[in-house]
């Protein structure tokens, strides 16, 4: 391995931050595939981390610091199983059988750095279906980005104890059940690969709109799962599913800047800084839709990214073409049956058809039990009523919407909107 | 290879109101499973139907005896089906055979002592 002139400390320690970014499911992933234990493979991708952090100071940072780390921390893994009797075992060994022949150090240079790309079975297995979502949650996180156990929780708001319980728990459950480290068959593939989308999903949408506290978009979680998309993406390049959340998340995202006014209002899509959107997100965004639109039936997250596309495309609020955004809705309605998604059509009809035949759309579902709780029912209940001149009915509306909704930023909206009523 | 206890859970009340040629149908569904398991990468080591709980007699503590099952549920075990399999997807891929039309089963590993 070539390497760079000798750099100094914090060059270095900026140069492992990045690696641990962009290398650590790699780098795990091949791990695991020497100790068959995830918690040995953790502590060897650590320490290969943290060799990194003093030994690059020495020899430079190397030109594929992934592969480096790869290389220490399995030598790492075969010196702890030489040392660690079978006795001593806590947990047995992960189910493997069909593994292909492990290419080691044979450097064939085409972006693996010479060993298998397991990363696809860490994360099916963290994603498994007999494991619960806040379980693939957090072993996602823990896993294939990295995150310390004390970092996961505080991106779930529980505390590190409950969090590390998860964890174990969790694995322990892996190993004892015999959740196979292993790529399921093409026939259960696309049931397996939802079920990591659907986990990508909740924490991009955590992080999109924290769900109580003061601050809307919590950065380092829509990050992650940007990046966890990102990867899914390299690894399954021709699944659709993939292509419509990664649009998905790009195009919701592109707005991140403009959903909060300088005084950290909530700021709605009409009164968003159009110009100040992300436009390589955007179109990067827009081209991955027309891609995954063309899975039949699509996707639900091809269609909610092409609902997306369609606003980030309007050059204003008023040239929204939501005629096009109520047949995407119903589309979506079909794939995807769910209130919220009617809600959705609801609102986009008060603007296509005016706010009597959105209330209209509405109320069909006031009677809805799962809407029942749900903050954004009475909020564009609120609005239409407002637009109607209905100001008594939308004042009791927004009341309701208050007593529902628990992110600061979405009531300070609510309660300027509710003041301006008078 | 590893031992699952697959545990039917299942409305007994469907059982007692069930015509007999309902029962029939699911004689045979159980004879169709137990012929299928060897296809699905698995092996069947046993297997059987329990008569209903109102045939059950629990023992608390070692000492107190009462009448009924040991746990009151809507959905009560039924049956149960041990099987060889070498990971979860292919005892989850039997467990998806077992006929459970009122009901449904769990998947328990069986542990190992060595």
């Known amino acids: 391995m070539t390497a760079d002139p000798v750099p100094d400390a914090s060059a270095v320690a900026a140069a492992v931050a990045d690696a641990h970014r962009r290398e650590w499911a790699f780098v795990l992933a091949a791990t695991v595939r020497v100790t068959r234990d995830l918690d040995v493979a953790e502590e060897c991708v650590q320490e290969a981390?943290?060799?990194?952090?003093?030994?690059?100071?020495?020899?430079?940072?190397?030109?594929?610091?992934?592969?480096?780390?790869?290389?220490?921390?399995?030598?790492?893994?075969?010196?702890?199983?030489?040392?660690?009797?079978?006795?001593?075992?806590?947990?047995?060994?992960?189910?493997?059988?069909?593994?292909?022949?492990?290419?080691?150090?044979?450097?064939?240079?085409?972006?693996?750095?010479?060993?298998?790309?397991?990363?696809?079975?860490?994360?099916?297995?963290?994603?498994?279906?007999?494991?619960?979502?806040?379980?693939?949650?957090?072993?996602?996180?823990?896993?294939?980005?990295?995150l310390t156990t004390a970092e996961v929780a505080r991106a779930f708001l529980v505390s590190e104890p409950t969090m590390a319980a998860r964890l174990t728990r969790a694995k322990k459950k892996i190993a004892v059940a015999r959740i196979p480290y292993r790529v399921p068959p093409p026939t259960e593939l696309p049931e397996r690969v939802d079920a990591v989308l659907a986990v990508v999903h909740l924490l991009f949408t955590t992080g999109h709109t924290v769900p109580a506290g003061e601050?809307?978009?919590?950065?380092?979680?829509?990050?992650?799962?940007?990046?966890?998309?990102?990867?899914?993406?390299?690894?399954?390049?021709?699944?659709?599913?993939?292509?419509?959340?990664?649009?998905?998340?790009?195009?919701?995202?592109?707005?991140?800047?403009?959903?909060?006014?300088?005084?950290?209002?909530?700021?709605?899509?009409?009164?968003?800084?159009?110009?100040?959107?992300?436009?390589?997100?955007?179109?990067?965004?827009?081209?991955?839709?027309?891609?995954?639109?063309r899975a039949r039936p699509p996707s639900r997250y091809a269609l909610q990214a092409a609902i997306a596309a369609v606003h980030a495309e309007a050059p204003t609020w008023e040239a929204t073409d939501w005629a096009e955004i109520v047949a995407l809705y119903?589309?979506?309605?079909?794939?995807?049956?769910?209130?919220?998604?009617?809600?959705?059509?609801?609102?986009?009809?008060?603007?296509?058809?005016?706010?009597?035949?959105?209330?209209?759309?509405?109320?069909?579902?006031?009677?809805?039990?799962?809407?029942?709780?749900?903050?954004?029912l009475p909020a564009a209940r609120a609005d239409l009523l407002r637009r109607l001149g209905r100001l008594e009915e939308a004042r009791l509306a927004y009341t309701e919407a208050l007593h529902l909704t628990a992110n600061a930023v979405e009531r300070a909206f609510l309660a300027g909107r509710l003041a301006e009523l008078g | 290879m590893a031992q699952y206890l697959i545990l039917i859970y299942e409305d007994e009340a469907s059982y007692a109101t069930a015509a007999p040629e309902v029962w029939g149908e699911i004689i045979e569904e159980h004879n169709r499973f137990a012929a299928g398991v060897d296809g699905l990468g698995a092996k069947l080591l046993g297997g059987s139907a329990l008569q209903p709980t109102t045939t059950a007699t629990s023992v608390r503590g070692g000492s107190e005896v009462t009448d009924g099952p040991f746990v009151e549920t809507k959905e009560a075990l039924g049956g149960y089906y041990l099987v060889e399999a070498p990971d979860l997807d292919t005892a989850l891929a039997v467990a998806r055979a077992v006929p459970a039309r009122f009901g449904g089963v769990e998947v328990r590993p069986v542990m190992v002592f060595d």
């Open chain 1, 330 to 376: 119903g589309v979506l309605g079909q794939v995807w049956p769910s209130p919220v998604v009617a809600l959705n059509r609801a609102v986009a009809v008060g603007f296509a058809s005016g706010p009597a035949a959105g209330l209209a759309a509405l109320d069909e579902l006031a009677t809805e039990p799962q809407l029942a709780g749900y903050g954004y």
């Open chain 1, 49 to 146: 981390f943290a060799t990194a952090l003093t030994d690059w100071r020495d020899t430079g940072v190397p030109s594929r610091p992934g592969a480096w780390l790869t290389t220490v921390a399995r030598r790492r893994a075969l010196n702890v199983l030489r040392h660690q009797g079978v006795a001593r075992r806590s947990l047995p060994l992960l189910v493997e059988d069909d593994l292909a022949p492990d290419p080691a150090d044979d450097d064939t240079g085409d972006g693996t750095h010479g060993y298998p790309d397991d990363r696809l079975r860490l994360v099916v297995t963290c994603c498994h279906p007999a494991l619960d979502r806040p379980a693939q949650v957090a072993l996602t996180l823990r896993l294939l980005c990295g």
């Open chain 1, 215 to 293: 601050e809307l978009v919590r950065r380092d979680l829509v990050e992650r799962a940007l990046q966890l998309c990102r990867m899914l993406r390299t690894l399954l390049p021709r699944d659709p599913a993939v292509a419509g959340l990664l649009a998905l998340l790009l195009v919701t995202d592109a707005r991140r800047a403009t959903r909060t006014g300088e005084d950290g209002r909530l700021l709605l899509l009409e009164e968003q800084d159009r110009s100040r959107w992300d436009a390589a997100a955007v179109a990067e965004g827009v081209a991955l839709v027309r891609e995954a639109l």
